[in-house]
């Protein structure tokens, strides 16, 4: 019987050669009739890698391996292509500003993909999209992910269908199985370590073209580069681990890489923090105690107040800090997918912007605090403290030994200005864990 089979299939397999030979080098219709057949053949235990069975490997792994090549070129250069134009902003927000179109009524649990065979009767085929196309922007958002641009959910997604494509071969022959296996790990790897690279690039590149000063706002496009390099811890550890050795050391690899970028995009971002207010700080710095602007203003300043009522000067910037800090709070709580990223990233912001508020009064140790700078210094420590413990900053991170350092002497400045000053006009360091509701 089995005889007769080999038989039967070496017949049909001249007329399949045949039928190849005429086939575009370029054309991959041919793959759904290689899962058909070895579908069956593998599945029958006289016929699993006989004679036809050999065949059939024998003609389609010089296929397998052209296409993947392919591939593997076409996402390198898509990767490329996308990241020179890439806007950065998330593809959720793309496709939710798409205007409405009446589509025809179809099925959209499995996306249509251009140039793909029509399946075989009975037969499930899932098979990647073709070198020469680009994954339209709108599928993405048929997928789970939708948080990350539209270069690097193109990218996941190729290499996803990739994976399942030649998952799906099921290919019999074990040793060239794990090739390709490992062959599409290490592509994996490589091509999320570039979209990390070139995220990490583009953020550092933007947040040094952006301002320095208190107008500075969190941009979504920030937010998206953090949400890439969430998706792509979670790609990798779905496209790149394997229960091998190697393949493991490819997970373990980029996933170091995607840590280390993470830390170091938090870093970025926290001095970009620490600069802004350092200049706050330098603003103020024109009041010091001896200064000849302090003198001026202080002698101007009660000459007015004898006639009309002087505002508090230099209040507004204090409140244009407080602003930058609860935009940049609340858009990075709302936009950003990795609640570990968002707490580190606030736990580093308030120690070291409370360190520099710390050394700046620790250098005017000997100096007596001007009242406008003691003023602007409280409301920016008040709401500081309040806030980060909003965003859930804990205590024992909040209540630091520098964070004591200013409180003290803030106080204590207080105390001295009250007296000399008569009174701080409501403000105070008086309960800096509460928000006065004048302070609204």
Same mark, same amino acid.
């Given at each position: 019987?089995?005889?007769?089979?080999?038989?039967?299939?070496?017949?049909?397999?001249?007329?399949?050669?045949?039928?190849?030979?005429?086939?575009?080098?370029?054309?991959?219709?041919?793959?759904?009739?290689?899962?058909? /057949?070895?579908?069956? +053949?593998?599945?029958?235990?006289?016929?699993?890698?006989? #004679?036809?069975?050999?065949?059939?490997?024998?003609?389609?792994?010089?296929?397998?391996?052209?296409?993947?090549?392919?591939?593997?070129?076409?996402?390198?250069?898509?990767?490329?292509?996308?990241?020179?134009?890439?806007?950065?902003?998330? @593809?959720?927000? /793309?496709?939710?500003? =798409?205007?409405? $179109?009446? =589509?025809?009524? @179809?099925? /959209?649990?499995?996306?249509? &993909?251009?140039?793909?065979?029509?399946? $075989?009767?009975?037969?499930?085929?899932?098979?990647? *999209?073709?070198?020469?196309?680009?994954?339209?922007?709108?599928?993405?958002?048929?997928?789970?992910?939708?948080?990350?641009?539209?270069?690097?959910?193109?990218?996941?997604?190729?290499?996803?269908?990739? *994976?399942?494509?030649?998952?799906?071969?099921?290919?019999?022959?074990?040793?060239?199985?794990?090739?390709?296996?490992? %062959?599409?790990?290490?592509?994996?790897?490589?091509?999320?370590?570039?979209?990390?690279? %070139?995220?990490?690039?583009?953020?550092?590149?933007?947040?040094? #073209?952006?301002?320095?000063?208190?107008?500075?706002?969190?941009?979504?496009?920030?937010?998206?580069?953090?949400?890439?390099?969430?998706?792509?811890?979670?790609?990798?550890?779905?496209?790149?681990?394997?229960?091998?050795?190697?393949? #493991?050391?490819?997970?373990?690899?980029?996933?170091?890489?995607?840590?280390?970028? @993470?830390?170091?995009?938090?870093?970025? +971002? &926290?001095?970009?923090?620490?600069?802004?207010?350092?200049? &706050?700080?330098?603003?103020?710095?024109?009041?010091?105690?001896?200064?000849?602007?302090?003198?001026?203003?202080?002698?101007?300043?009660?000459?007015?107040?004898?006639?009309?009522?002087?505002?508090?000067?230099?209040?507004?910037?204090?409140?244009?800090?407080?602003?930058?800090?609860?935009?940049?709070?609340?858009?990075?709580?709302?936009? $950003?997918? !990795?609640?570990?990223?968002?707490? %580190?990233?606030?736990?580093?912001?308030?120690?070291?912007?409370?360190?520099?508020?710390?050394?700046?009064?620790?250098?005017?140790?000997?100096? *007596? /605090?001007? @009242?406008?700078? =003691?003023?602007?210094?409280?409301?920016?420590?008040?709401?500081?403290?309040?806030?980060?413990?909003?965003?859930?900053?804990?205590?024992?991170?909040?209540?630091? #030994?520098?964070?004591?350092?200013?409180?003290? %002497?803030?106080?204590?400045?207080?105390?001295?200005?009250? &007296?000399? !000053?008569?009174?701080?006009?409501?403000?105070?360091?008086?309960?800096?864990?509460?928000?006065? !509701?004048?302070?609204?």
């Amino acid at each position: 019987m089995v005889e007769h089979a080999e038989n039967f299939l070496a017949l049909y397999a001249i007329d399949m050669d045949a039928a190849l030979e005429i086939q575009s080098p370029e054309s991959w219709d041919s793959f759904p009739l290689f899962q058909l /057949l070895n579908d069956f +053949l593998r599945t029958d235990y006289h016929l699993c890698n006989g #004679k036809f069975h050999k065949h059939l490997q024998d003609l389609y792994a010089p296929l397998v391996v052209r296409y993947v090549d392919l591939m593997e070129s076409s996402i390198a250069q898509s990767i490329h292509k996308g990241f020179e134009r890439e806007s950065w902003e998330p @593809v959720k927000s /793309l496709t939710s500003n =798409l205007p409405n $179109v009446n =589509l025809p009524n @179809v099925n /959209l649990q499995i996306p249509k &993909v251009p140039n793909l065979p029509v399946p $075989v009767a009975g037969l499930s085929v899932n098979l990647p *999209q073709m070198p020469s196309f680009s994954t339209p922007s709108w599928m993405a958002a048929i997928y789970d992910s939708d948080n990350g641009s539209g270069t690097s959910e193109d990218l996941f997604w190729k290499l996803d269908a990739l *994976q399942t494509f030649i998952r799906d071969l099921h290919w019999p022959e074990e040793e060239f199985a794990k090739h390709l296996e490992s %062959r599409i790990q290490l592509m994996s790897s490589n091509m999320i370590e570039n979209c990390v690279k %070139r995220t990490r690039m583009a953020f550092e590149s933007k947040l040094t #073209k952006s301002s320095k000063s208190t107008d500075f706002r969190i941009s979504p496009s920030l937010c998206t580069m953090f949400n890439v390099m969430v998706d792509a811890k979670d790609q990798s550890a779905k496209l790149c681990a394997m229960e091998m050795g190697q393949e #493991k050391q490819f997970h373990s690899q980029i996933d170091e890489l995607i840590e280390e970028s @993470v830390k170091d995009m938090i870093q970025l +971002l &926290v001095a970009k923090f620490v600069a802004i207010l350092e200049g &706050v700080l330098a603003k103020i710095s024109r009041y010091d105690e001896g200064t000849l602007f302090s003198s001026f203003l202080s002698f101007t300043v009660k000459a007015a107040s004898k006639y009309v009522d002087v505002p508090k000067p230099g209040m507004d910037v204090a409140d244009g800090y407080v602003t930058f800090v609860r935009h940049s709070q609340d858009m990075l709580r709302d936009k $950003v997918n !990795e609640e570990v990223y968002i707490e %580190r990233l606030f736990d580093q912001w308030y120690t070291a912007t409370m360190n520099l508020l710390g050394t700046w009064l620790t250098e005017r140790m000997d100096q *007596q /605090l001007h @009242v406008y700078q =003691l003023k602007i210094l409280i409301r920016i420590t008040k709401k500081k403290y309040r806030d980060f413990r909003l965003q859930g900053v804990l205590d024992s991170t909040l209540n630091s #030994k520098m964070y004591e350092t200013v409180r003290t %002497r803030l106080t204590v400045e207080e105390a001295s200005a009250s &007296v000399r !000053e008569g009174g701080m006009q409501g403000i105070s360091m008086k309960d800096s864990d509460e928000e006065d !509701e004048e302070d609204d």
